[in-house]
């Protein structure tokens, strides 16, 4: 008995080693004006950037592009995820945080902590943006 569990507790400390060595729960590289600006013009076909609002824990970013779209980045296990808006888009403001809803229930909402005037400002924008559409 006393065999059977030494054993089962040398495989889990064997797998969780194996894990970390892989990298299998490593967090997604830090992100910045650039890399986000890239990812998005990567990811979405004809995405040409313009202004990056970068969430100040480099935890997500809003990147503005040619044409009046937009793209939501947030992380997604070891990688980033990217999602294009398409009008209208659901956003709300908490005191300095832009609240994004992606309007994909996959992906979900964004909050972004980017200063309560850029919130305000970029929240603005993503609402007239709906209206025109």
Known sequence: MLAQTLISVGGIA????LARWLGVRR??????????????EFTLAGFVAN???LGADGGGAMVSGQG????????HGS?????????PVAVTVENADLIVDSGDPMFGS?????????AETLAARLRAQAGHQ
């Open 51 to 53: 202004d990056v609002a």
């Open 68 to 75: 009046g779209h937009f793209a939501l980045i947030k992380p």
């Open 27 to 40: 967090p997604a590289a830090g992100l910045d004006t650039k890399a986000a600006a890239d990812l998005a």
């Open 79 to 87: 990688h980033w995820a990217v999602r294009g808006l398409a009008a």
């Open 14 to 17: 064997l797998v969780v080693l």
């Open 110 to 118: 964004v909050r972004l902590r980017i200063g309560a005037e850029a």
